[in-house]
């Protein structure tokens, strides 16, 4: 698909129309161009847009495809109508229309999701998820466990850190993250803070090799970084969870995306409706 | 719509299945029920599925609306069967079918854009940017300002923190944040290490009243969380932003995401294709 553009028009942020393309254009080789086109909510918007989707047909002699959540009828049916020169792809209306004739109730032609959110209670308790989550970053504090959903538990650098924040961001789930360190290795045990808490304690772990890859460009030839050190830390956490019945995952070929949904499915957070 | 079940069954996160699925069901009154099945690989997970939809249908006497992401054939119709009791959504389906006769070649059917990602240098990107964000968050640090991406800037609880941590999470930018503290209105003038990337700085502003009710959730009836000082910092630093002629919004009614957006469509950093 050389030669290929994609638009992605929403009256809203877009995020919608790009997260669906995304995944419905990961279906074919090659990646084409993104023209992202967000809060597109006029008529006259929609007709820049349509005047700039032709312009790209003619130029690249293709027609782009153009992924739209457009609510609005007036606005939407300037790019669907026979003026385009796009494919046009309406994600909204192909499931609209049939949920219409399912629930018996027409649909509110909403528009923005995220705008609505802003002000509800699910909002703000993303955003006090996002702050618990940075005060509880490695460990800053045992205060306030009690009242933390989730608590990740690792070596230093196997990927808590970025799993808490997409945790709280995205599902407005509470996550501390606190580290398993060669004391801890030492006495042989999880750190003692932890204790009341294992149910809602869940582990990293990384391959070795690839954990001292990754110190190796914190701290170039440290201690903390050496291979052998990595595969020492590595063993022990994982033997000590192992024993104190934590379940854990290994982070070394997973996306945050999928450690966070693996995390949900397992511990079930009560905050959750799963 | 009481009583009434929504599923997402996905063979990766699901994480396209719900965002798409509550867009679409955004469009309705009522919150249904959510049953998040991700990593439905295999047709035997598929039956435990299936035969889970069939018994919400039966307990509910209404069918459940089931959004699925499923790529492997096999797999799939399992659920889209005539054995199945749900109103199935089959949101791949529907586009990728047109898509293959527009590009002239078949699908690769493939799993999970999210596991490919976690290899990818764009995957590695973003974890990057998240550790920039974090290693700038609140003027922390004033060192690598050249590398940044953009540059949010705003008085104390405007919203920096989030919005940085999401344009690094969703995007791989490298946000840092830089409060306006009251020295700098006392200054007249933008701080210092800011002067060199004026074009990537982008302000957020915040109704004082709002402002002043989110500083006394933290520090009830200090001169800090008062709204006549709210008044004032909000005040200055908008004079100070227009003066240099930084773009700015006010986070008051918007969320992350639109936040978000709409930096990128006005900075347009150069990492991001848009």
């Not at 597109?40 to 293709?62: F, H, M, S, Y």
């Not at 940075?134 to 800053?140: I, K, W």
């Not at 945790?167 to 932890?194: S, V």
């Not at 809602?200 to 440290?222: A, W």
Request: charged residues 25%.
């Amino acid at each position: 698909m050389p030669n290929r553009s994609v638009f992605f028009v929403s009256d809203g942020t877009g995020i919608t129309a790009e997260t669906f393309g995304n995944s419905i254009l990961a279906q074919f080789p090659a990646l084409p161009r993104h023209v992202r086109r967000p809060f597109i909510e006029t008529p006259d918007k929609a007709r820049e847009v349509l005047a700039e989707i032709n312009q790209v047909a003619d130029t690249e002699g293709k027609r782009p495809i153009v992924f739209i959540t457009l609510v609005d009828d007036a606005v939407r049916q300037i790019i669907t109508g026979p003026d385009c020169r796009g494919m046009v792809l309406d994600i909204l209306q192909a499931f609209v229309v049939p949920l219409e004739a399912e629930f018996g109730v027409k649909s509110n032609h909403r528009v923005g999701r995220f705008s609505d959110a802003a002000k509800s209670s699910e909002y703000n308790e993303r955003i006090e998820a996002i702050n618990f989550s940075l005060a509880h970053d490695d460990g800053q504090s045992a205060r306030n466990l009690a009242s933390a959903d989730v608590i990740l538990l690792g070596v230093s650098r196997s990927g808590k850190t970025p799993t808490s924040l997409y945790l709280a961001m995205q599902h407005g789930i509470k996550a501390a993250n606190y580290p398993l360190i060669p004391e801890d290795f030492e006495r042989h045990k999880l750190p003692t803070p932890l204790a009341p808490y294992l149910s809602k304690c869940f582990g990293l772990t990384i391959d070795p090799e690839r954990l001292s890859q990754i110190r190796n460009e914190r701290r170039p030839g440290s201690k903390y970084a050496a291979l052998e050190n990595c595969r020492y830390e590595v063993r022990e956490a994982e033997a000590m969870m192992r024993r104190s019945g934590v379940s854990w995952l290994s982070s070394t070929h997973k996306s945050i995306e999928e450690i966070a949904t693996t995390i949900l499915r397992d511990i079930r957070p009560d905050r959750l409706i799963y």
